[in-house]
């Protein structure tokens, strides 16, 4: 395997609580190589977002509890100097979910476009070309932008100039934060299809989180599936989409509606229930929902190991092979 | 200036001077107060009435200078310029000596309320982006000031310093700081949680330009929704100084001053004390009007975003 881009190693962020403390992501470590894309999929509050930020270095900084290494081009970024940091700002790119609340409603589109440009010292006449090179890759002209400010735009093409700004900079990573969820479904396509042909045209590293399998399936090479703040399955689309070994992954993937009027959804109660995710606990996190449980779940809390069938799971006891119908 | 002229002459200006003018024009229509009431409306002609004629006193035909007596002593009200109000105790006109007042009153006020809104708001700033020891500094200090009686507070300042028109300028300052950073500190908390404001930080804005360049601007409605109230609690306060004898030294006139020296007289002259009553009331009624007119307006700007 070559050299990756993003490493990350036991990765734990906490954020306080009052007295207590909430572990958002709990010992995650991830390889993401030069070109890959990889998808964080988990349910609303399994620590999704949190890794994103927590990558870009974009945690509220007054409220959080950050332990583990980052390194990006094997240097460590939780040591960066302003300076140095700057710098990656250029390499590392956000996109977020809603694409309307990312713009800072009192500034024109064009001004939009090109204030990481402006932060990172580049000439006027550079800034000027790069930002028409960036609209007109995202479908836009200068001529549709000029003067405007994002509330005249709708949310696809919010989210497409929220694109261009990120791709100004000519990154070499981007983190998309749900960023079709606030679409409307043929609008998703048409972004989704953006984001696909511009990683495949800057050859672009990207980490894409979201709960949609249907999305993450469509443009990431790696899944991580996670479960309160923990990576519970790692591995290759097929495997993950294929052969699930861990069983909560097997959940996710039963939750996604069947296009069919008479199927019958009936989530059984006890697996839709979570525990609590203030008390520190032993243990499997996902044992109480888990249809295969044993007394060795609650005691010990299993690791991330290479299963029979290729993928990392953090199973006592990952699922045979085909045991999704297909 | 007709609309037909500023059309034509647009059109033949080249593209760039025209849309500044398009601009400019765009900005006058907003300058409409669309969706104000008639007494909003009336408030603020009122108060930028009230700025011209404190500007302009000097050039008012016929007003005579405030600090020299003029007719009788304590004449009521008739309908000539300079005794609309009458005259005081020693026979200056009260309507001169209340629009020479206007003009102190403002200069203070106003000048009060930049040093505080800059302090307050550099605090504010500090407070709600970083949290920490920042905030529970800038609290103690906007909670100590506002559980101390203002007056209080001043007079313990001013029996230091002794009575000018920079003493109290000063002090009037200090006294709404801790309000200006605490709504500052609050805004920034409320707009810190925005993803622009995380997007500004991922494309490496430093500090000052996320907090001046991102999150000052989308303060400014809240803001100036809030300084006409304060402005008007300042008018109060230099009045009822004025009044105790601790505001602008005394040949100046200034309208807490002109009503202390008028209840002296109330039994026998009652009329006398209107004019700078009338300027008081008016003037903080037009402030607080147009407050909530300004928070009205913020309100309707949010719902729209």
Same mark, same amino acid.
């Given at each position: 395997m070559t ?5 990350v190693r ?5 954020f ?7 572990k958002?992501?709990?010992d995650v470590?991830?390889d993401l ?9 988990g ?13 870009l ?13 980052i390194?990006?081009?094997?240097? %460590?970024?939780?040591a ?10 250029a ?17 024109r589109?064009e001004?939009?476009v090109a ?6 010292g580049?000439g ?12 007109a ?5 200068r001529?549709m932008?000029e003067?405007?400010?994002p509330h005249q735009?709708?949310?696809g ?10 791709l ?6 981007l983190v998309?934060d ?6 409307d479904v ?6 989704l ?11 672009l590293?990207?980490?894409f989180i ?5 999305v993450v399936r469509?443009?990431c090479d ?10 519970v399955e790692?591995?290759?689309v097929?495997?993950i ?5 861990h069983p909560y992954?097997r ?12 199927a019958k959804v009936?989530p059984? %109660? ?7 995710r ?6 499997c ?9 044993q ?7 299993p690791?991330?190991?290479t ?12 699922l045979?092979?085909a045991?999704v119908?297909a | ?8 002459? !647009? !059109?033949? =200006?080249?593209p ?6 398009r601009?400019?024009r ?5 300058m409409? $107060?669309?969706?104000?009431s ?7 002609l009122f108060l930028i009435?009230?700025?011209?004629i404190?500007a302009?006193?000097? $050039?008012?035909?016929?007003l005579?200078?405030?600090? $020299?007596?003029y007719g009788?002593f304590s004449a009521?009200?008739n ?5 609309l109000f ?5 026979? +200056?006109?009260?309507?001169?000596r209340v ?15 930049v ?6 708001i550099f =605090? &504010?700033?500090?407070?709600g982006?970083f949290?920490?020891f ?8 906007a ?7 203002p007056?209080l507070?001043i007079?313990? =300042?001013v029996s230091?310093?002794? !009575?000018?028109v920079?003493?109290m300028?000063? !002090?009037?300052?200090i006294l709404?700081?801790?309000t200006?950073a605490r709504?500052?500190? &609050? ?12 997007a500004?930080?991922?494309?490496g804005a430093?500090h &000052? +330009?996320?907090l =001046? +360049?991102?999150?000052l ?5 809240t803001l100036?929704a809030?300084v006409?109230?304060?402005?008007a609690?300042?008018i109060?306060?230099?009045?009822s100084?004025?009044?105790?004898? $601790?505001?602008?030294?005394?040949p ?8 202390a020296?008028?209840?002296d007289l109330?039994?026998?002259f009652?009329?006398?004390?209107f004019g700078p ?5 008016l ?7 147009v407050?909530?007119?300004?928070a009205?307006?913020?309100?309707i +700007?949010?719902?729209q975003?």
């Amino acid at each position: 395997m070559t050299a990756p881009l993003l490493h990350v190693r036991n990765l734990s962020v906490t954020f306080p609580r009052g007295r207590q403390s909430f572990k958002a992501v709990d010992d995650v470590s991830i390889d993401l190589g030069p070109t890959e894309a990889l998808g964080l999929v988990g349910e609303s509050g399994s620590g999704k977002t949190t890794i994103g930020r927590a990558v870009l270095r974009l945690l509220p900084f007054a409220e959080r509890n950050v332990s583990g290494e980052i390194d990006f081009h094997g240097r %460590p970024l939780t040591a960066a100097k302003a300076a140095e940091l700057k710098a990656f700002r250029a390499q590392a790119q956000m996109v977020f979910q809603d694409p309307v609340s990312s713009f800072n409603p009192r500034r024109r589109i064009e001004e939009i476009v090109a204030e990481g440009l402006r932060i990172q010292g580049v000439g006027k006449t550079e800034i000027a070309e790069r930002v028409d090179t960036a609209l007109a890759e995202v479908g836009m002209s200068r001529s549709m932008v000029e003067g405007r400010r994002p509330h005249q735009f709708s949310g696809g093409q919010c989210q497409r100039i929220a694109i261009a700004r990120a791709l100004a900079l000519r990154p070499e990573m981007l983190v998309c934060d749900e960023p079709v969820a606030s679409l409307d479904v043929s609008v998703q396509a048409r972004v989704l299809n953006l984001l696909r042909d511009m990683r495949r045209a800057r050859s672009l590293a990207m980490i894409f989180i979201s709960h949609d399998l249907a999305v993450v399936r469509s443009i990431c090479d790696r899944i991580a599936v996670l479960y309160m703040g923990r990576i519970v399955e790692i591995g290759d689309v097929r495997q993950i989409f294929e052969r699930p070994a861990h069983p909560y992954t097997r959940t996710l993937l039963d939750a996604v509606p069947v296009p069919d009027a008479r199927a019958k959804v009936v989530p059984s %109660p006890e697996r839709a229930v979570r525990a609590s995710r203030l008390e520190e606990e032993g243990g499997c996190a996902f044992r109480t929902r888990c249809p295969f449980a044993q007394d060795i779940c609650a005691r010990v809390r299993p690791e991330l190991a290479t299963t029979p069938l290729g993928q990392q799971a953090a199973c006592h006891f990952p699922l045979p092979a085909a045991a999704v119908p297909a | 200036m007709t609309p037909g002229k500023t059309h034509d002459t !647009t !059109t033949a =200006l080249p593209p760039h001077r025209a849309e500044l003018a398009r601009g400019w024009r765009a900005g006058i229509a907003r300058m409409r $107060f669309p969706q104000s009431s008639p007494l909003e409306a009336f408030s603020i002609l009122f108060l930028i009435g009230l700025v011209l004629i404190a500007a302009f006193a000097d $050039f008012i035909p016929g007003l005579v200078n405030p600090n $020299f007596p003029y007719g009788d002593f304590s004449a009521p009200p008739n309908w000539t310029l300079n005794g609309l109000f009458g005259t005081d105790g020693l026979g +200056r006109s009260i309507l001169s000596r209340v629009i020479y007042g206007a003009r102190q009153t403002l200069i203070i006020v106003t000048a009060a309320t930049v040093i505080s809104m800059v302090c307050g708001i550099f =605090l &504010g700033m500090l407070a709600g982006y970083f949290r920490g020891f920042a905030e529970h500094g800038v609290d103690l200090f906007a909670n100590t000031m506002s559980s101390l009686p203002p007056v209080l507070i001043i007079l313990a =300042l001013v029996s230091v310093t002794g !009575t000018s028109v920079l003493t109290m300028t000063l !002090t009037l300052g200090i006294l709404d700081i801790g309000t200006y950073a605490r709504i500052t500190k &609050g805004g920034v908390i409320s707009q810190n949680d925005r993803d622009y404001v995380l997007a500004a930080r991922a494309l490496g804005a430093g500090h &000052g +330009r996320v907090l =001046l +360049r991102e999150i000052l601007p989308n303060l400014v409605p809240t803001l100036t929704a809030v300084v006409p109230p304060l402005m008007a609690g300042l008018i109060i306060t230099e009045g009822s100084l004025s009044f105790l004898g $601790f505001g602008i030294p005394a040949p100046a006139p200034s309208w807490g001053g002109m009503i202390a020296g008028s209840t002296d007289l109330i039994s026998r002259f009652p009329l006398l004390i209107f004019g700078p009553i009338l300027a008081i009331v008016l003037t903080v009624y037009a402030l607080n009007t147009v407050g909530d007119f300004l928070a009205r307006r913020v309100d309707i +700007r949010e719902r729209q975003l």
